[in-house]
């Protein structure tokens, strides 16, 4: 029993985008529209009116009370028949506290500096998530397609065994290959669902209608994380800041309140007018305050060594997502290194097979053993699209730790 030969080719890094190989996260101008399509989201109009809020509130941040004005007559009935009329006039200006109006600034920019990392890391959530989603499609197209240049393969040793069942072929070889080739058809029925479910999670991450186009996967280098700024790290910080400006706000309230004024006052006597124009001055006792302050301080430092851990935690996240690109980069190149010499040997074991097919009497495996070849050949290959959606998947993982004015500015 002779096949038609059938020579196996490697189809190599299926999971190829437009920029080049499988692991390169894109040119800049990809990047900046894939981060145009983000920021656009629905999911972010709030964070973004959030932080438009914080950015307004600095300019009520350490006000100045506004001067008291009082008025005040009376009637004065006294001894013998002794009559008055007085007015009296009271202009009073509060002072601030020493220290409280820097605090209160400092909190007000503390609070858009939250409110703004706060912003970045969603859209960077919501970045990493689509890129995954859009790998995921990738991934299962490039399976899709290695799953159909097989069953191509199959189709032809298919055909060369039924030519010959008219001249004593075997009935079970043609089985064999009918049942591969069914269960290669589910496997690609299979893929394409989950390409369809994964472009589905996209658009739905997005605000996107069915069927709309999605832009290409893209992802960060590694080279443009910076740790220090990037959004969770910001917001930590952030947080940290507003924190101490709570505590300096807090020891401010700790002083006592001051205000001075200006009395005017007039009486009208039988005698003729009388006239007194006075400075006043007022301050608080603080007795109970600097208790309270003391309290609200301890609770800021609290706060403020909780953000310095957050702070610390973050970069530690953010150095392992980078370790990880940088392992998955690693393991791919291992993995197509080793696929092709792994093809390659197959493809010679293939041909001499092939050969072997003429011999009399060594042809009742053949069909079998070429099977089984292309089901190595397969599992090789999808190997090979694994690691390089591993890679994919790492580097998505990188949109959430990019800087934050690269979502506040994402045109830039």
Avoid: C
Wanted: aromatic share 4%; hydrophobic share 45%; glycine share 8%.
């Amino acid at each position: 029993m002779r096949l038609s030969v059938i020579h196996l080719v490697f189809v190599g890094a299926l999971l190829v985008p437009a920029t080049g190989k499988s692991g390169d996260p894109g040119a800049a101008g990809e990047r900046a529209e894939f981060l145009r399509v983000v920021v656009a989201a629905p999911a972010l109009s709030a964070a973004a009116q959030r932080a438009g809020a914080a950015r307004e509130r600095i300019e009520s941040a350490g006000r100045l009370a506004d001067p008291e004005v009082e008025g005040m007559t009376s009637r004065m009935n006294g001894p013998m028949g002794e009559r008055a009329s007085m007015y009296e006039l009271n202009v009073r200006q509060p002072l601030p506290k020493r220290g409280e109006r820097a605090a209160d600034r400092d909190r007000a920019r503390a609070g858009v500096a939250m409110a703004e990392a706060d912003y970045a890391s969603m859209a960077g959530e919501l970045a990493a998530d689509t890129a995954m989603a859009l790998a995921e499609a990738d991934g299962a197209a490039a399976r899709i397609r290695l799953l159909e240049t097989q069953l191509g393969r199959l189709d032809v040793i298919l055909r060369s065994v039924e030519a010959r069942l008219a001249t004593g072929g075997r009935l079970a070889d043609r089985l064999t290959v009918q049942t591969r080739a069914a269960e290669m058809q589910m496997m690609i029925a299979e893929e394409r669902d989950m390409a369809a479910d994964a472009l589905a999670a996209a658009r739905g991450r997005l605000g996107l209608p069915p069927e709309s186009p999605l832009p290409a996967y893209v992802a960060p280098a590694a080279a443009e994380v910076i740790a220090a700024e990037a959004a969770p790290s910001r917001l930590a910080t952030a947080r940290a800041d507003e924190a101490l400006a709570m505590a300096n706000l807090a020891r401010a309230t700790a002083k006592p309140g001051t205000a001075v004024g200006l009395r005017i006052e007039r009486a009208r006597t039988g005698m003729g007018d009388e006239d007194t124009v006075g400075l006043a001055f007022m301050s608080e006792i603080p007795w109970r305050s600097r208790r309270y302050a003391r309290a609200e301080v301890r609770a800021a430092e609290a706060e403020r060594s909780a953000a310095q851990a957050d702070r610390s935690a973050a970069e530690f996240r953010i150095s392992a997502a980078v370790a990880r690109v940088e392992r998955a980069e690693r393991l791919a190149d291992i993995a197509r290194r080793l696929s092709a010499g792994t093809v390659g040997r197959l493809t010679a074991e293939y041909d001499a097979l092939i050969r072997s097919a003429g011999v009399p009497g060594a042809g009742e495996s053949t069909v079998l053993q070429t099977v089984a070849l292309l089901e190595k050949s397969t599992d090789t290959e999808k190997q090979v699209i694994q690691a390089e959606l591993a890679v994919r998947a790492a580097r998505a993982e990188l949109w959430r730790y990019l800087p934050t004015e690269r979502f506040l500015n994402p045109n830039h």
